[in-house]
């Protein structure tokens, strides 16, 4: 009986200190990735920066799904920043005619990848608009179609802007918001 409660307790030990193990090295992982995310954001907001002509630090970025396309919105956070809305309002002027034409290159500069739904989107350029217009404090883009195909890509393509721009939008179609 000795014995086996000997092995039993060994047993138990080892089984213990490999969860812990297990545990350590899951939590290293979640670190890692972590501080890749860090870094990632950091890169898509220093290209941003750079490709859009204003501070990611001074505006804020929102993208709206609805149902039958969605929106981009920025704007500047300060009410007497004046030169980050009329850059902001230059930038989306810019990218409606870009996405227009099928020139998806600003978003793929700023997020070192061709974001999901992009292929999509350049197909259907002819049955996608794009319309520019000025808010408070910024501008909106506002993406519509009646293609069904051309609606999936483009909550495809501002599904992955929420993500990769860590905007805490909702990725759900929200009906009617415009």
Known sequence: MRITLKWVTFLTIIMMMSQIASAQSQLRQQHDHSQGEKKRHAQVNERGDQTMGFSHAKSTHHFRLDDDGGAIE???????????RDQIRRHLKHIAEMFSEGDFSAPMFIHGQTPPGVETMKRSKADIKYQYEEIDRGAKVRITTSNVEAVKAIHEFLRFQIQDHQTGDPIEVVKGQF
Not at 74 to 83: Q, R
Request: proline residues 0%; hydrophobic residues 35%.
């Open 74 to 84: 920025v704007t500047a956070n300060s009410d007497d920043d004046a030169a980050s």
